[in-house]
């Protein structure tokens, strides 16, 4: 038997069902499986997705037995329907219509009324008994088929159809007469004859046939590419088309059309929710010329309709498992369905949605579990942009949504201002080129970064992120002038002092203020993490450096910190004078003499997070960063540290110049700084160890950048020397995994580490060879060439580092089975990273406090898809 | 039975073997192999490095049990000499010696004459009748032991020797007679009283066991430690101590001292060559007063003895199968060997002594080869300094020896002063802080070249020994100015234009000029080289970029170019200038037009390869280093190429801001150039194509930078267009194997690869972290602790990097059976890494080509060692 392309659907005839979405599209499917359930669909039939590969491949021609297929429904569904694509007495008039296995909405052509020409409308005429309603469906057919099909701009149709009305002396097309239609209507052959210099073809197959071709061509329209690229929309075979019998919601007081839900999409709330209008056809709801009435009226208006409208609109919901989005149309009383799909819906709304449906019966709490998008509950942890005001304001430049959230506040162009405006009350936004780790009180004390260059893990954006701040990074439209304090956007200047608003999780700036919604945490949230909670087998911790940043983890379920980021510490304050010191000093005495000065503050800092934590777990990693991250760069503040330093800006200059690094990446930083220079290991272990003893805690200390297991026997003996000399036995020591001879030698450090933390973002960085602040350059190429299937960087390369990861496991548990085993990248908060942890057999993942949640679902549902 | 300890030696009663040189020292071995032989050893007995292990082990003392086997050994001793310890009549004297199992010559501390004092040298007055020696040796020997085991400094003993000779009105030593002897005796006794506040110990046993602790002590003096870090001699348990009774050149004219070799160490010449001195101990020798006589001169003196030497030394040839560096004594007649071991040769006489025992029939081919240290023949394939003129020098500074030969010119501080003397005929040595590909026409005219920055695998060393140049890297000691065109060492001060030297084997730089001697590779080279070929699995290839080099590679030895780096041609005149304008082009087509401009060149520069190379294959690599390399960076730089290329500064500054990455070993380079811009790599491919059509080469095109197969799909595609266009159906395409990923992912890789070559610079960069630029600011530290055994970069890090390998060499293999897999980075010419890549079962390594010939006999030691 040849193969099938084309698939029947409606009374009692259907051949698809809502599984075979590949070949059908979303759309098809659903049609079928409606049909199939006896709800009442136009009948009509879907051509497979697969003939929209063969198309392309075929040279946008199809095989001969596609095209008798496609004759074959024809007539089945004349025959079933007693009418005639053309005829004059009684047409059939069909939709054309795309459908994708997943929905791209408004990406893709859409052809009504086909069938249409100068016969058949009388026809309809005749059989509506409605010669304006018959003409004016022409001319919309003629109208949507010139542009769709025949690519002849819309404004050349509205041109005509204005002239005609002006001529006519009215305002609405519904003014226009049956006569006044029929001079549109042939207006619209003339134009179409000039544009194409052909007639309208007034055979319907043909019509039929070009529309097909039209929708299938439509799969790779500029605008349909770029939804997939933007909603990252891959492997599809393309589109599928259906053709369906009309139905007519314009054909009188007992006709409508609307768009129902069956459960609040914004709320959750339970019951049909949506709008209709009367005697009206899709496109006049969209048009906004009349408005819409809620679902609710329809009770009075046609209180039958309503009554079945509910009982199939349950029905689906019921066989769907989901809370549905459905579209209807009223034919003089009687009601069609033309579409049914799993509905859209806040995060707030689905998580009622779900909890409500485990209550309800309807769903198990594992598949309540599995129904919420982790990555959704962003929209709940943090603030949010008040959605009309938004809608009402001008984006005024774009970046990367480095780190979720929204702020409005007032411009600031550096960390000392932002600090001073801070304290005088002020919010302030931080603008700055690039962040670094000289930013930070002024991160801190900020409501908002915004920097011009940086990808997503840009210094600004991972701290911003840590702090659970929002941040739009890599702004490259703006251009800063630090010197006359002002940034520019085009034509625009914004001055500092001025206010401005960010949104991060769409990475646009806007002038002014916008009024921003604070998130709340509610009892169905709170039911979904628990249930995650009995699930997984992941642990979560969080990465925080702060008491603060701790508490917020805490209080959304971190189980303890993964990572404790120590040089966040050395910032603040006198301390990065004590770090500066300790830098520009070339003895040892004098820097043993500094690191005294940091030691009572890094104890009081671990005093802190030991007691925030209590019984949890906390995991310090020595001092990472390459020491010229202490020392400044530009000129003015060179000339201001030498003076309070009390050196000369030359010596200054030639320490900088000393430290600079070609590949500071590769470079002097890590463990290889607590080897070269022990004095400072001993320090933070001093720090950690007496803050330990003051508290109780047990800490866990952890080495950065180890690619040797004599790297980490070094640093243990400097640390156990510490904690033999202060008398304290109860600690362990463990490893970043994060260079890739780390994870090659797993087997040899895992003799001598208490524990595994990998280190993904630096894993990356060396597995893949990208340096994340320079990748920009081309990854997003990459990307879109699909060489990386996504930013390696935010989604972790399963294929390259993952398998690094895997042998690390592997080779570590070999040797020691109880090796504890984790992940500190930003990886460790993205949910198909998650996956993999688990996968492989991770014990915890650690992310920023405002992921923790996302974790904890996340890892949930990674045991209910791999059990 | 308890442990042994010690060993006896001489007069039958030898326990000891050459084979036990681990325990007894190479000192010791030897004396007891010798004894074995039946050759004249004075007898004695060794004490075992395990002893020097126990000695630190236990807090400097040792167990009972060594005590009591050294007092039967020296019991046995004094029963088979028939003397005692400290008797008045005939004393047995010994000398006590420090033997590790590698050769540590004067490091560490000998006594002799041991078992004097004030009744045995009575003794020995009457026993020699030559009462005046007797006090003599009784003064040498309170000298030596108030210094060696006592620490009193030399000058003390000096000084009163000199106060001695002066009351006496004598000029030398000599001229003391016994009674003057005697009081310098005494006063060398009170010495001794007054500087430890202990007699000087007259009974000889608690002498011997002084010394003996002595010695031991001495491992771990500071020079020993600095001999040992410097010589990179690791793993032993310690040295051990040779107990002998004492013999005497000094006790008339039918007495002396010499030392031997049976063949000549610099040029390899069979016989004896060496040379003595009658009536001498061995000190004599070195003090310099009396000139030592040619070896043969014994022949006229005790011809007797001398045909005893000289039988001997051949029967100890034989039986060593190697040349022997021997030390003798004659006392009244009687011949004793106090020494036997393998002599140091030059490389030279290593290959003459190689190749003729195989033809005198003493060793086999196989042993020939694994005779001569590949290292070593670098000695003959690069000019050398002249020894005695070299000796004569001062050393002005000191870097690190990045790229053998020697060099005089007169210094220069750029390269465009380096092109126009060069031009005018002078020699130049090219000064810089560091260089960048900018200077490469500077370099290639230049004699040597010098940098203040950057390690042994910096750009200017990765250059000069490609292209064979004498380099002097990391030379810290000197400041550069160039503003006034001078550079500073201390107080020294180098004007442009005054004569340099290096010594690019060493890295020492010399004021003024040294005469320079050029290699000659002679019979004996190219013997062992063709042995060598004959033996090696490998092939060995060459990392050539040009036409000259290429010809030098090929007269070495080398099979085919297994790296050709396209972006050196990119700089050289006018072309620099194509590359410039397509990197400041915003536009597809800008660039394109530059490109086209490079093309011819690109074409010569491959026809001129294919043409040196004949039907051997040759690798290129396409575009590798980032774009900004191509920019210039120093202020007068920018305004001066602004106005070539006719753009403003500011868009100059503007584009290289752009370019600007914070790691560009991480950054947009390799095949991320080609496939951001394709028309790069179309335009190469071009012109590689081309000119293979018009020389019938089948070139290899190697991408570089290769992470993920889909690059590499992505470049073959792009080339493959091109070859479709031209026509040509025979060429290869592979990979760089340099980023982790890639060697992870190699099964994917191969499958679209003909052949892999490690780039095991960028792969060590990465596997390990370690950007090559910057590393010297830990590493050194880092071998210094033994956290890697050696630079990573010179040497093979076979646990880290070469499990990557192995690994990708098995995935590789697994897909494609036949895959050529090769190695091209630094490592592909050292011997080590070499024998590395036999193992590990690749096909050919590639090296610069002054390396090629140590390659080829590090390829074939590799295959004997490991069959």
Redesign the interface.
Known sequence: MAQKFVYFFGAGQTEGKKEMKNILGGKGANLAEMANLGVPVPPGFTISAEVCDIFYKNNKTYPQEVLDQIDDALKKLEEIMGKKLGDSNDPLLVSVRSGAAVSMPGMMDTVLNLGLNDESVKGLAEKTNNPRFAMDSYRRFLQMFGNVVLGIEHSKFEDILEEVKSTKGVEYDTELNEEDLKEVVEKYKALIKEETGEDFPQNPREQLQKAIDAVFGSWNNPRAIAYRKIHNIKGLLGTAVNVQSMVFGNMGDNSGTGVAFTRNPSTGEKGIYGEFLMNAQGEDVVAGIRTPMPIEKLKEKLPEVYEKFVEIAEKLEKHYKDMQDMEFTIQEGELYFLQTRTGKRTAKAALKIAVDMVEEGLITKEEAILRIEPEQLNQLLHPTLDSVAKQNSDVLAKGLPASPGAAVGEVVFDAETAKQWAEEGKDVILVRLETSPEDIEGMNVAKGILTVRGGMTSHAAVVARGMGKCCVAGCGDITIDYESREFRVGENVVREGEFITLDGSTGEVYLGKIPVVEPELDDYFKKIMEWSDEVRKLGVRTNADTPKDAEVAVKFGAEGIGLCRTEHMFFEGERIKAVREMILSDTLEGRKKALEKLLPYQKQDFIGLFKVMGEKPVTIRLLDPPLHEFLPHEEEEIQEIAQEMNISVEKLKEKINELK????????R?C?LG??YPEITEMQARAIFEAAKETGAIPEIMIP?V??V??LQ?QKQVIGNIAKELGVENYKIGTMI????GA??AD?IAKEADFFSFGTN?LT???????R???G??LT??VE????ENDPFKVL?Q???G??MRLAVEKGRAVKENLKLGICGEHGGEPSSIEFCHKIGLDYVSCSPYRVPIARLAAAQAVLRNS
Chains 1, 2 share one sequence.
């Open positions: 690094e070609f590949n500071p990446m590769l470079g002097h890590g290889r080897i070269t950048l690619g040797n004599k790297e070094n994060e260079v890739p001879r090659i030698t040899e630096d960085q060396m597995t893949c060879g990208f340096s602040d320079d990748a350059k081309f190429e990459y060439l699909g060489i990386y390369d294929d390259g580092v398998q690094l």
